[in-house]
C-alpha cells in the first residue's frame, strides 16, 4: 500500500510548475476550419459540413477573422505572438 506524503513534505520535495490552458469564444460568424455558421440556438445538426463531422477526404480551411482576431487578443494581453 503507498502511503501518501503531507503537503508540507511535498512542497519541500517537490517545485510545482502550474499551468495554465485558456479558452476564449471569438466573435466570428463562422466555425475555425469551415464555413458553417456559429450562431447559437439552432436546430441541431443544420449547422455542420463534411469539414465539420471529419469526414475522409475533407481539407479543413482556417478561418482568416478567427486568426486575426486570436493576434489581436494575444497582443491586447501582452503575449508574443509565434511567427
Ligand atoms: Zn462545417
Known sequence: MTELM???????RFDPALGLEVHVELN????????CSTVFGAAPNT????????LPGSLPVVNAK??????????ALNCSIAG
Open 66 to 75: 478567427a486568426i486575426e482576431s486570436a493576434i489581436r487578443i494575444g497582443l
Open 28 to 35: 466570428t460568424a463562422s466555425k475555425m476550419f469551415c464555413g
Open 47 to 54: 449547422q455542420v459540413c463534411e469539414v465539420c463531422l471529419g
Open 6 to 12: 503531507s503537503y508540507d513534505e511535498a512542497l519541500e
